[in-house]
């Protein structure tokens, strides 16, 4: 299309030089006679030749649409019956190339040239206005008929009046002409000023109406100048047409290559320009030979017209400077409607459209989707002020770098995605670009914010849904592999994180359902191998896949939330379950249960209330209870922090697990408020190797001898995991390890298993022998 813009481009170059010829011929002939009047009539069948051609190589274009089809069609028809009546008025003028032209306009020059324009209005009259109501129909048809009066009154005037009373003799041709032009043009000119956007350019259909126009302009040089021979002013308007309809066909293929700014159905200004019109005959007739009452009764017609014509005007400025509030009011809501308050971003309905739009016209497009990592921290810490202010961050990194073609978009909640249309930028430039934006500390507050990014790219007859729940398995994909990054889709990749989406279902009906149970596992002191503790452990008993390990179910109830219910039921089972063995053992019986904690349990701000709310139920005080955490969930920030220094002023003891896997654990102690310390499994196992090696044997021991330094230098007590034979407990004992735990002392159990070994050990039988 662009080729054939150039091309409709030369083409209007080339009507608009024979135009200028034509009126430098005019000037030239008007003023020293130059040239016989023949050559007046050259230009016009010219250019309505290029106008064929211009016209045809439009319509071949013209896909999709039967109205703009049939709209050039027909101007191509009527291009070709005008051209070849300018082609017999050229004929017919060089016939007298030696004398006068006669007056009389050939028959079939003027028939031609009277389809020609007929055809031409007859499409202008074709193009469907639109849906209008009643009202705006009998408007419709009261201006066509206005005008037609006012064209009717004027001609009569100014012509066919003049003509009839006048000795000369006029063409029935010419005087069927003058009135066909007229009429043709009013009615052109009505029907253009109230049409709204369509398959056709406004401003291409206003062109060809305004070809009327030079039908008219030939009529009113025709009765004034004739054809005796003179000046043939008329026969420079000629070419004008042609020109007109090349101009149309330019405009319309522009417009096909970009998008039109929408417009709406403008306030007709034509019942005032006919009231004028009528005036200027009333004037004309008041300044002629006219008994003077007359006169003054004709100046009062004109002035009451003149001043009902300004009323009304004043009025219908201000209807369209109501309609343009209204329309300002109307893009606000529109605006409102799809695009989010807060960030001022695209929301996800705008989102959608956008997406289905590319779908359906098969564009590339690609879907960023971004979700902020652990944003519900910053609302709980800070606040939800600073949360929203942070989102607004967000939003401006995302449109800065997201790029000018690109859509950013909010989709709720701390959730984001970006549009890329065109496939000009690849979804990894503009996700890193993102990424490296947000590891710089954004907002008033100079927060450093993660973000995890799922890519998917739109494939062949995919949907909206597809593309989002591709989009949404990636990012999930990022999560899992460690947060602040971004993943592609592939195929099968939905797969796992589906999995866990499901098995994060199964987990919500078991907790409904009461599949999950606590089991304990003793904690022993190394030396008299009698129960002093008991750690408290979750089971899962599904109905279908029987026992489902913890590893499994443990990171998905993190992943989905659950994991903060999941807690609070094993948290307030075993208070009430020690509470119990309290009684019936008295409190010397047991120590201190442990329960672990995730960091999502540390996040959540209810948590303090629901330890203190279990522990207050079942009568337990707050020393009689241990809490466990991994060193991860312990480095999680300032709120955490804030949690953990709460729990310790309530006399809550912390317990350290899995010491020394972190990266920071020497510094965890002296800003974490831990009062147990547990050795890691990893440096349990070969402890008790007895080699020939020396050195190698001090390897292996290093570590646990360094932590119980350590901790009895801090004042923490120390326990020992994962012990596993009767070796181990030696070895573990002579480092200066109190406390273990272990299958070899025993494996996790029922409650009523582990108040047997209660009552056993009343008995005063130790567990170990």
Same mark, same amino acid.
């Given at each position: 299309?662009?080729?054939?813009?150039?091309?409709?481009?030369?083409?209007?170059?080339?009507?608009?030089?024979?135009?200028?010829?034509?009126?430098?011929?005019?000037?030239?002939?008007?003023?020293?006679?130059?040239?016989?009047?023949?050559?007046?009539?050259?230009?016009?069948?010219?250019?309505?030749?290029?106008?064929?051609?211009?016209?045809?190589?439009?319509?071949?274009?013209?896909?999709? +649409?039967?109205?703009?089809?049939?709209?050039?069609?027909?101007?191509?028809?009527?291009?070709?019956?005008?051209?070849?009546?300018?082609?017999?008025?050229?004929?017919?003028?060089?016939?007298?190339?030696?004398?006068?032209?006669?007056?009389?306009?050939?028959?079939?020059?003027?028939?031609?040239?009277?389809?020609?324009?007929?055809?031409?209005?007859?499409?202008?009259?074709?193009?469907?206005?639109?849906?209008?109501?009643?009202?705006?129909?009998?408007?419709?048809?009261?201006?066509?008929?206005?005008?037609?009066?006012?064209?009717?009154?004027?001609?009569?005037?100014?012509?066919?009046?003049?003509?009839?009373?006048?000795?000369?003799?006029?063409?029935?041709?010419?005087?069927?002409?003058?009135?066909?032009?007229?009429?043709?043009?009013?009615?052109?000119?009505?029907?253009?000023?109230?049409?709204?956007?369509?398959?056709?350019?406004?401003?291409?259909?206003?062109?060809?109406?305004?070809?009327?126009?030079?039908?008219?302009?030939?009529?009113?040089?025709?009765?004034?100048?004739?054809?005796?021979?003179?000046?043939?002013?008329?026969?420079?308007?000629?070419?004008?047409?042609?020109?007109?309809?090349?101009?149309?066909?330019?405009?319309?293929?522009?417009?096909?290559?970009?998008?039109?700014?929408?417009?709406?159905?403008?306030?007709?200004?034509?019942?005032?320009?006919?009231?004028?019109?009528?005036?200027?005959?009333?004037?004309?007739?008041?300044?002629?030979?006219?008994?003077?009452?007359?006169?003054?009764?004709?100046?009062?017609?004109?002035?009451?017209?003149?001043?009902?014509?300004?009323?009304?005007?004043?009025?219908?400025?201000?209807?369209?400077?109501?309609?343009?509030?209204?329309?300002?009011?109307?893009?606000?809501?529109?605006?409102?409607?799809?695009?989010?308050?807060?960030?001022?971003?695209?929301?996800?309905?705008?989102?959608?459209?956008?997406?289905?739009?590319?779908?359906?016209?098969?564009?590339?497009?690609?879907?960023?989707?971004?979700?902020?990592?652990?944003?519900?921290?910053?609302?709980?810490?800070?606040?939800?002020?600073?949360?929203?202010?942070?989102?607004?961050?967000?939003?401006?990194?995302?449109?800065?770098?997201?790029?000018?073609?690109?859509?950013?978009?909010?989709?709720?909640?701390?959730?984001?995605?970006?549009?890329?249309?065109?496939?000009?930028?690849?979804?990894?430039?503009?996700?890193?670009?993102?990424?490296?934006?947000?590891?710089?500390?954004?907002?008033?507050?100079?927060?450093?914010?993660?973000?995890?990014?799922?890519?998917?790219?739109?494939?062949?007859?995919?949907?909206?849904?597809?593309?989002?729940?591709?989009?949404?398995?990636?990012?999930?994909?990022?999560?899992?592999?460690?947060?602040?990054?971004?993943?592609?889709?592939?195929?099968?990749?939905?797969?796992?994180?589906?999995?866990?989406?499901?098995?994060?279902?199964?987990?919500?009906?078991?907790?409904?359902?009461?599949?999950?149970?606590?089991?304990?596992?003793?904690?022993?002191?190394?030396?008299?191998?009698?129960?002093?503790?008991?750690?408290?452990?979750?089971?899962?008993?599904?109905?279908?896949?029987?026992?489902?390990?913890?590893?499994?179910?443990?990171?998905?109830?993190?992943?989905?939330?659950?994991?903060?219910?999941?807690?609070?039921?094993?948290?307030?089972?075993?208070?009430?379950?020690?509470?119990?063995?309290?009684?019936?053992?008295?409190?010397?019986?047991?120590?201190?249960?442990?329960?672990?904690?995730?960091?999502?349990?540390?996040?959540?701000?209810?948590?303090?209330?629901?330890?203190?709310?279990?522990?207050?139920? +079942?009568?337990?005080?707050?020393?009689?209870?241990?809490?466990?955490?991994?060193?991860?969930?312990?480095?999680?920030?300032?709120?955490?922090?804030?949690?953990?220094?709460?729990?310790?002023?309530?006399?809550?003891?912390?317990?350290?697990?899995?010491?020394?896997?972190?990266?920071?654990?020497?510094?965890?102690?002296?800003?974490?408020?831990?009062?147990?310390?547990?050795?890691?499994?990893?440096?349990?196992?070969?402890?008790?190797?007895?080699?020939?090696?020396?050195?190698?044997?001090?390897?292996?021991?290093?570590?646990?001898?360094?932590?119980?330094?350590?901790?009895?230098?801090?004042?923490?007590?120390?326990?020992?995991?994962?012990?596993?034979?009767?070796?181990?407990?030696?070895?573990?004992?002579?480092?200066?390890?109190?406390?273990?735990?272990?299958?070899?002392?025993?494996?996790?159990?029922?409650?009523?298993?582990?108040?047997?070994?209660?009552?056993?050990?009343?008995?005063?039988?130790?567990?170990?022998?």
């Amino acid at each position: 299309m662009a080729d054939d813009t150039r091309s409709f481009t030369r083409y209007v170059w080339i009507n608009g030089g024979l135009v200028v010829a034509s009126l430098v011929w005019y000037v030239l002939h008007a003023t020293v006679g130059a040239g016989h009047v023949a050559i007046a009539y050259v230009a016009a069948p010219l250019e309505g030749c290029v106008a064929v051609v211009a016209l045809f190589g439009l319509w071949r274009t013209v896909r999709g +649409n039967p109205v703009a089809r049939r709209f050039w069609r027909t101007l191509l028809a009527a291009a070709v019956s005008m051209t070849l009546g300018y082609v017999v008025m050229a004929v017919h003028a060089a016939i007298y190339t030696v004398g006068p032209i006669p007056p009389d306009m050939p028959l079939p020059a003027a028939a031609a040239i009277a389809l020609g324009f007929t055809l031409a209005m007859f499409a202008v009259g074709r193009v469907p206005v639109g849906a209008v109501g009643t009202a705006e129909r009998w408007r419709m048809n009261l201006d066509r008929a206005l005008a037609c009066v006012c064209c009717a009154t004027v001609l009569w005037h100014f012509g066919f009046a003049g003509m009839l009373t006048s000795d000369e003799r006029w063409s029935p041709q010419t005087l069927s002409l003058i009135g066909l032009a007229f009429l043709l043009t009013i009615f052109g000119l009505t029907k253009v000023s109230y049409l709204g956007d369509g398959p056709v350019d406004r401003t291409a259909i206003r062109m060809v109406a305004v070809v009327g126009l030079t039908a008219a302009g030939v009529a009113v040089l025709a009765t004034t100048f004739g054809y005796e021979g003179g000046v043939p002013s008329q026969a420079v308007v000629l070419p004008l047409g042609p020109a007109l309809l090349v101009l149309a066909v330019r405009t319309q293929a522009r417009a096909a290559l970009g998008r039109r700014r929408a417009s709406r159905r403008s306030s007709p200004l034509l019942p005032y320009l006919s009231i004028g019109a009528v005036d200027l005959c009333l004037i004309a007739i008041a300044v002629g030979p006219l008994y003077w009452p007359g006169r003054v009764t004709l100046s009062g017609a004109v002035l009451i017209s003149i001043l009902v014509t300004v009323r009304q005007f004043m009025a219908s400025r201000d209807n369209r400077r109501l309609l343009r509030d209204i329309r300002g009011q109307e893009e606000r809501l529109q605006h409102e409607v799809s695009h989010d308050g807060l960030t001022g971003l695209a929301n996800r309905a705008r989102f959608r459209d956008v997406l289905q739009a590319a779908i359906a016209a098969e564009r590339p497009a690609t879907v960023l989707l971004v979700d902020l990592d652990d944003f519900k921290t910053v609302n709980d810490s800070l606040g939800h002020d600073v949360g929203d202010h942070l989102l607004v961050a967000v939003a401006e990194v995302l449109a800065e770098q997201s790029g000018a073609d690109a859509l950013p978009v909010r989709v709720g909640g701390d959730e984001f995605a970006v549009l890329l249309i065109g496939g000009t930028t690849v979804g990894e430039t503009v996700a890193q670009r993102i990424l490296d934006a947000l590891s710089r500390p954004i907002s008033e507050h100079r927060l450093l914010v993660q973000a995890s990014i799922g890519i998917a790219t739109v494939a062949p007859g995919a949907t909206v849904d597809s593309v989002l729940r591709d989009a949404d398995v990636a990012m999930y994909a990022a999560k899992e592999r460690g947060k602040a990054g971004h993943v592609r889709y592939v195929p099968g990749m939905e797969e796992p994180v589906l999995a866990h989406i499901q098995l994060g279902g199964e987990i919500r009906r078991g907790l409904d359902a009461g599949e999950f149970r606590v089991v304990y596992q003793p904690l022993v002191a190394l030396g008299t191998g009698r129960i002093v503790g008991v750690e408290a452990l979750v089971r899962w008993n599904h109905p279908i896949r029987g026992t489902v390990p913890p590893i499994e179910f443990i990171p998905a109830a993190e992943r989905t939330g659950l994991i903060v219910e999941l807690g609070r039921f094993v948290l307030r089972e075993t208070c009430r379950q020690t509470a119990a063995w309290l009684a019936e053992f008295g409190p010397d019986a047991l120590q201190r249960p442990a329960v672990n904690v995730s960091a999502r349990q540390l996040h959540d701000p209810d948590f303090v209330a629901d330890v203190l709310a279990a522990l207050a139920d +079942n009568g337990l005080s707050t020393d009689r209870l241990v809490l466990e955490l991994t060193e991860s969930a312990v480095l999680r920030g300032g709120q955490v922090s804030q949690t953990l220094h709460e729990l310790d002023r309530l006399g809550i003891k912390l317990a350290l697990d899995d010491f020394g896997t972190g990266e920071s654990s020497l510094s965890l102690l002296r800003a974490f408020p831990a009062a147990i310390v547990k050795l890691d499994k990893s440096f349990v196992d070969g402890i008790e190797i007895d080699d020939a090696s020396p050195s190698a044997r001090d390897a292996r021991q290093a570590v646990a001898r360094a932590v119980v330094q350590l901790a009895d230098a801090l004042g923490l007590e120390t326990v020992a995991e994962g012990i596993e034979n009767e070796a181990q407990v030696e070895q573990l004992r002579a480092l200066g390890y109190v406390y273990g735990q272990g299958y070899h002392l025993a494996r996790p159990m029922a409650a009523g298993d582990f108040t047997a070994l209660l009552a056993a050990q009343r008995a005063d039988s130790p567990m170990r022998t």
